[in-house]
């Protein structure tokens, strides 16, 4: 009977200490939980004070440009405005896609004009997005080498005899020229899927070149070619 009242009591004090430890475990998930509320509470509160303080100095500064463009008597086309938003580096470290941190784009004003706000944004042959990832400029490349290559089918097809170091000095003049326009501002930031992707775009005129089947490599284009690959990293100097 002793021994049976021993192990009924050692039963019994394990399942108080479980009991116990199950409460003190839940008290504590209690107590993290409104934690976490209110650390995404405080996260909006700070993009939205971030947000309006971006909203109210900018439309200090443009309405600023305005009034000095007025004292010249010169106007500006407020309907052809448009503006690019772009993080922080500091504040990319924060997001691990790299979202955007505010819940909604900024408004900004001139002459009491609502100015458009892009993602993306073409300035002096470059396509800037709001992240600088480049992949909008990599898409307008692909876009103006199917152009350029169109025009140079229509010479090769006219005649098949020309030689190769004109057909060859024609990429290296013009072709590549417009594919690496700026390199140096976007070429260093190409993750390995832009590369890649860069690779398939030389790949176009590549085949009008040597007028080769349409499974054979790049690789062996750019070898048969004389021509490297892009992008290497001496294009980018």
């Known amino acids: ?18 009991q116990a430890l ?3 475990f839940k008290n504590e998930i209690s107590q993290k939980v409104p934690t976490r509320a209110l650390h995404g509470s405080f996260k909006n509160e700070i993009s939205q004070k971030v947000l309006m303080r971006l909203e109210l100095n900018t439309n200090v ?7 000095n463009l007025s004292d010249l008597k010169l106007t500006l086309s407020v309907e052809k405005c448009q503006a690019l938003v772009v993080r922080s580096i500091s504040s990319r470290k924060f997001s691990k896609r790299n979202s955007t941190v505010l819940n909604r784009k900024p408004t900004f004003r001139i002459n009491n004009h609502s100015i458009k706000v892009t993602d993306s944004l073409k300035t002096l042959g470059i396509v800037l997005d709001n992240k600088f990832t480049w992949s ?9 080498t199917l152009f350029l290559t169109s025009n140079f089918n229509r010479v090769i097809k ?11 000095s024609w990429y290296f003049t013009v072709i590549e020229k417009a594919l690496l326009y700026d390199a140096s501002v976007w070429g260093g930031a190409l993750t390995k899927t832009q590369i890649v992707r860069l690779h398939s775009i030389q790949r176009i005129f590549l085949l009008r070149f040597t007028r080769a089947y349409r499974i054979t490599s790049t690789n062996v284009l750019n070898a048969l070619t004389g021509i490297p690959p892009h992008p290497t990293p001496f294009m980018w100097l």
């Open 22 to 24: 199950h409460g003190r």
């Open 61 to 67: 500064v443009l309405e600023q440009i305005a009034q």
């Open 158 to 168: 006219s005649n098949w005899s020309l030689d190769k170091n004109l057909l060859k």
């Open 136 to 144: 909008a400029h990599i898409l307008t490349l692909y876009d103006k």
């Open 1 to 18: 009977m002793r021994a049976l009242h021993e192990s009924f009591k050692n039963e019994t004090s394990q399942k108080i200490r479980t």
